[in-house]
């Protein structure tokens, strides 16, 4: 009887000592687990806020290019804050050198801002192929592609971010955007006073918000001269299609200039022949 006690207590204290040693298992790996958790909230906040400016300001820098080019003096409001930088009207070169200082600005703001997260960020322009936006070989390689004055036009800008937050131990993020506006004219119009188009935002997708935040002018050639040429009603009809009724009738033959711009400021101009039921 007195030999069984010693051992039953040692086989007492073995069975505390694992319980305890379990416990302090299962509070360190909830612990870890909770950490884990938080860090990939952290992360994955950081990373969305991060992309989401960066995509913001490619289409600040499309727009400042295709205003510039279009006309600048009309929307100098916007372009003259950038004068100071070498921005040239109807200078697409000089646009492009703007925006890679923008960029690079950009960049170096975002280590600031994240800096408690360890960030690392780069990012370069990227080749991106919207032969299928305009219906025939187009490539963005050098950060902005402006191909304008066709049945099909395009504005675009493409660059690739790169991003680690190494505080919390996320690395090799890598996003691909491309950010841009495609405009076609149906050349065949439904009446003398009917045009139709089609808007597509970025890399396809149907934009349907052309009446409530942006907007699209018409000018007809005549006698060698852009002549605009008021829009009595805008209908959306789906699918990136809209119905414009104007203010008087366009011969078959006419030749039709139409500008558009989406809520960003992104500008397209597309020319076309009309001819069938005009």
């Keep these: 009887m007195l030999g069984e006690r010693p051992g039953q207590m040692l086989v007492a204290a073995v069975?505390?000592?694992?319980?305890?040693?379990?416990?302090?298992?299962?509070?360190?790996?909830?612990?870890?687990?909770?950490?884990?958790?938080?860090r990939s909230v952290v992360a994955r906040e950081a990373v969305g806020a991060i992309t989401a400016d960066f995509n913001r300001a490619l289409a600040t820098m499309l727009t400042l290019a295709t205003r510039s080019y279009y006309d600048s003096a009309r929307f100098s409001d916007f372009t003259s804050r950038f004068e100071s930088y070498g921005l040239k009207p109807r200078n697409l070169d000089s646009a492009k050198r703007v925006a890679f200082r923008y960029l690079n600005a950009w960049a170096n703001l975002q280590r600031i801002v994240y800096a408690e997260h360890g960030v690392q960020i780069s990012w370069r322009p990227c080749v991106s192929d919207v032969s299928q936006l305009l219906g025939r070989p187009a490539y963005v390689f050098d950060l902005i592609l402006i191909d304008w004055n066709r049945t099909t036009s395009g504005s675009y800008v493409c660059a690739r971010l790169q991003l680690n937050l190494t505080n919390v131990g996320f690395?090799?993020?890598?996003?691909?955007?491309?950010?841009?506006?495609?405009?076609?004219?149906?050349?065949?119009?439904?009446?003398e006073d009917t045009l139709r188009i089609r808007v597509l935002a970025d890399n396809g997708t149907y934009y349907g918000l052309l009446l409530?935040?942006?907007?699209?002018?018409?000018?007809?050639?005549?006698?060698?001269?852009?002549?605009?040429?008021?829009?009595?009603?805008?209908?959306?009809?789906?699918?990136?299609?809209?119905?414009?009724?104007?203010?008087?009738?366009?011969?078959?033959?006419?030749r039709v200039l139409v500008v558009i711009s989406d809520e960003?400021?992104?500008?397209?101009?597309?020319?076309?022949?009309?001819r069938g039921g005009c």
């Design 171 to 191: 690395y090799h993020w890598v996003s691909t955007s491309l950010i841009g506006l495609t405009l076609s004219i149906d050349q065949s119009c439904s009446g």
């Design 264 to 274: 960003r400021g992104i500008l397209v101009l597309g020319q076309a022949t009309l």
């Design 15 to 38: 069975l505390v000592m694992g319980l305890l040693v379990m416990s302090l298992l299962v509070a360190a790996y909830q612990a870890h687990a909770l950490f884990l958790r938080t």
């Design 212 to 254: 409530a935040k942006g907007w699209v002018e018409v000018y007809l050639l005549d006698r060698r001269n852009w002549r605009r040429i008021p829009i009595k009603d805008v209908t959306y009809e789906g699918f990136g299609i809209y119905r414009l009724r104007l203010e008087e009738d366009v011969k078959d033959g006419s």
